[in-house]
């Protein structure tokens, strides 16, 4: 039975690689860089609010908060493909 689970969820990772591909093929050079762009600002983002709730000296998650406002309007101004 396990081996009916992982061959299903080969198959389904060979579809999804499939239709990446698909996509990747129908954007432009400049929406390819947009969306990785993005995903760069949304990994930042990510790594900053863990540190944010990690974080308890005042003038760190002062420092933190600033950055999160940044990164939120970097990601407000790059266009998403």
């Known amino acids: 039975m396990a081996r009916g689970w992982e ?5 389904q990772q060979q579809e999804l690689s499939a239709q ?9 050079p ?3 860089r947009n969306r ?6 949304m990994l930042a983002r990510a790594q900053v609010l863990q540190q944010l709730q990690a974080s308890h000296n005042p003038r760190h998650r002062e420092m933190l908060q600033r950055a ?5 309007r970097r990601l407000a101004v790059t266009p998403v493909p």
């Open 7 to 11: 061959s299903k969820a080969v198959e």
């Open 20 to 28: 990446t591909q698909v996509l990747k093929q129908k954007l432009t």
């Open 30 to 32: 400049e929406q390819v």
């Open 36 to 41: 990785q762009r993005h995903d760069e600002l």
């Open 68 to 72: 999160l406002a940044e990164l939120d």
